[in-house]
C-alpha cells in the first residue's frame, strides 16, 4: 500500500520546524515585535509557546537595531536566538549589527566567540505594497563573509533548512518570499536537517540550465513544464542557499546543456545571477553555446499600483520569451505556448499569489 504523503504550506513548515528545533534545545528563543499577536509573524510563530517555556517568547519594542543587538548578545552567551522582521525592509535599520557584529564576531574574536542566531527576512510583494515594503535585496546580505543566506522555495526545504539554520553555529540569513508562504507541498514527519549545502535541481532537462531563486522557481517551472510542449526541455535548479554559493551542480548541468538562464527575485543590476554568470563563465566558458542571460527586477523602484506592476515582475511567460531567443525557436510556437499559459491563469490579478488570496499582507 502506498504511504500517503503529508501535504503542508511552507508557512506552516516553518512553524513546524521553529516549534521542533525550540522543543528539542532549550536554549533556543524567540525574539520580534509582533511576535505573540493575533497574527504571530504570519502565523509562523502560532502556538510555538504552547510548547515551550513562554519565557522563550519575547516579545520586543519598536527598535531594530536594539532587537538584533540583544539576540546578537544573547547568541555569545550561549542562547540561540531566532529572531523576525516582518519585512526585509525593516533589517536594514539593524544593518550594523548584522554585518559589523554578528558576521564579524567570531573573526575578530580569533574563533573565542560564536554567534549562532537565525534572522528571518520576509519578502513582500503585491497588493499595494510598493517600493518600500515589496523589495527582494538578498544580494546585501549575500555579500558578506561571516553570514550564510538561505533563501527556501519549497515546504519540504523550508521546514529542513529553517532546522540547520536553528542548529548552525554562524549567524543564518533566512529569507521568506511571502508568497512563497502559500505553497504546499510534501513534508516529512518529525525533526529532519537540509545541509546548507547547495542547489536542487527541482525539474529536468537536456537544452538550457535555469537557476533561479526563491518563488522565481516556482515560475520557471512552469515555463519549463510549457516548453516541453515544444519538444525540448530545461533543467531548473532552486538556488536555495546563496551564501556559501556552491555551484559544482550548476557547472556539470551547463556543460550538458550549453546554455544558462538565471532569474533573481531581486534586481537584476549586481543581483545574485550576476555572480552565478560569472561564475559560470569562469569555469565553463568552452561549454557555452549562446551568451548566458539574466533576469530579474527592472532598475527601477517597485511600482505600487496593477497598472504599473504588470511588467514589472519575470514570470513564467517573460521566461519562455527569453528561452525563444536562446534556443533558437520560432516566434509563433512559442505565442502559442504562452496563449495557453494566459488561459491557464484564468484572469488572476498581478498582485496576489492565488485565487484564494483575501489580505492583508
Not at 517555556?53 to 539576540?71: H, Q, T
Not at 519585512?87 to 560564536?114: D, M, P
Not at 515589496?134 to 546585501?140: N, R, Y
Not at 525539474?203 to 513544464?225: C, F, N, Q, W
Request: with cysteine; net charge negative.
Amino acid at each position: 500500500m502506498t504511504e500517503q504523503k503529508r501535504i503542508m504550506s511552507f508557512g506552516n513548515a516553518i512553524r513546524e520546524g521553529l516549534t521542533e528545533a525550540a522543543v528539542r534545545d532549550a536554549s533556543v528563543l524567540f525574539m520580534a515585535e509582533g511576535l505573540t499577536d493575533p497574527s504571530s509573524v504570519f502565523g509562523t510563530t502560532a502556538d510555538i509557546g504552547k510548547h515551550i517555556d513562554s519565557k522563550r517568547m519575547i516579545e520586543m519594542p519598536l527598535s531594530e537595531n536594539g532587537l538584533c543587538g540583544v539576540a546578537i548578545g544573547s547568541a555569545m552567551m550561549g542562547k540561540r536566538p531566532v529572531i523576525s522582521f516582518h519585512r526585509v525592509e525593516f533589517a536594514l535599520l539593524a544593518i550594523e549589527q548584522i554585518v559589523n557584529n554578528a558576521a564579524k564576531a567570531h573573526y575578530v574574536s580569533n574563533g573565542k566567540h560564536k554567534v549562532p542566531m537565525v534572522i528571518r527576512l520576509i519578502v513582500g510583494r503585491g497588493w499595494g505594497q510598493g517600493p518600500e515594503h515589496s523589495q527582494s535585496i538578498e544580494a546585501i546580505f549575500s555579500h558578506f563573509p561571516g553570514l550564510k543566506v538561505i533563501m527556501p522555495t519549497y515546504p519540504d526545504d523550508a521546514k529542513g533548512l529553517i532546522i540547520a539554520a536553528v542548529e548552525d553555529e554562524n549567524p543564518v540569513i533566512v529569507i521568506e518570499h511571502r508568497w512563497c508562504h502559500y505553497v504546499n507541498g510534501h513534508v516529512p514527519e518529525g525533526y529532519y536537517v537540509e545541509p546548507i549545502d547547495g542547489p536542487r535541481k527541482v525539474h529536468p532537462g537536456k537544452d538550457l540550465t535555469i537557476v533561479a531563486t526563491s518563488y522565481m522557481t516556482l515560475e520557471a517551472v512552469r515555463a519549463a513544464k510549457a516548453l516541453e510542449t515544444l519538444g525540448y526541455s530545461a533543467s531548473v535548479f532552486d538556488l536555495r542557499v546563496l551564501r556559501p554559493l556552491k555551484l559544482d551542480r550548476i557547472f556539470e548541468s551547463v556543460q550538458q546543456t550549453g546554455r544558462l538562464l538565471t532569474i533573481d527575485t531581486g534586481f537584476k543590476q549586481y543581483g545574485v545571477g550576476s555572480e552565478i554568470v560569472s561564475s559560470v563563465v569562469d569555469h565553463c566558458f568552452s561549454e557555452l553555446k549562446v551568451a548566458p542571460m539574466r533576469m530579474g527586477l527592472p532598475d527601477h523602484p517597485t511600482p505600487s499600483s496593477r497598472g504599473l506592476i504588470q511588467n514589472f515582475y519575470p514570470d513564467s511567460i517573460s521566461i519562455l520569451r527569453n528561452i525563444q531567443h536562446m534556443l533558437g525557436l520560432d516566434k509563433s510556437d512559442i505565442e502559442a505556448v504562452i496563449s495557453e499559459l494566459i488561459v491557464q491563469r484564468g484572469g488572476l490579478a498581478i498582485d496576489v499569489p492565488d485565487a484564494f488570496f483575501k489580505g492583508p499582507f
